[in-house]
């Protein structure tokens, strides 16, 4: 598939509104120290998260963070070790990763939760004989 000159100057001019419009990275770090990954924006604001929180970077070393690159743009960050990507637009909408690993992870979280319901509906489960076996299909 080819893109035409038409569609590749709409999306270059997409791009600098993008970029026209909000903030973009001037500098990223990974700060050992604190354990976060730090971005500066061109706002002069401050962004930083834990890696776990996002795709790609959960269980990276310490030094696969330590190199980041910031897109030509600004709106994107890429650690070359991890060959992983974060965009910055949706990192500020609290977006640390795809729509399916961000649900994943809601569910991960979910399943941990423990409460006296979830504790009251185990022991009733258990008294009826526990989970119900699941049948092969063929």
Do not use: C
């Not at 269980?59 to 897109?71: D, H, R, T």
């Not at 961000?102 to 399943?111: D, F, I, Q, T």
């Not at 941990?112 to 063929?138: D, F, H, I, V």
């Amino acid at each position: 598939m080819t893109i035409s000159d038409t569609e590749f100057e709409r999306a270059n001019r997409r791009g600098q509104d993008k970029r026209a419009r909000g903030p973009v990275a001037t500098e990223a770090h990974f700060d050992a120290q604190r354990g976060r990954v730090v971005i500066v924006l061109s706002s002069g604001l401050e962004v930083s998260f834990e890696p776990h929180l996002a795709q790609g970077l959960g269980q990276a070393a310490p030094q696969a963070l330590s190199e980041i690159e910031i897109s030509p743009s600004g709106l994107g960050l890429h650690f070359p070790q991890l060959d992983a990507d974060l965009y910055l637009p949706a990192l500020l909408e609290g977006m640390l990763g795809s729509r399916r690993w961000m649900s994943a992870e809601a569910g991960r979280a979910g399943g941990r939760q423990t409460s006296e319901a979830k504790a009251a509906a185990a022991r009733t489960n258990g008294r009826l004989g526990g989970r119900p076996r699941k049948t092969p299909t063929a």
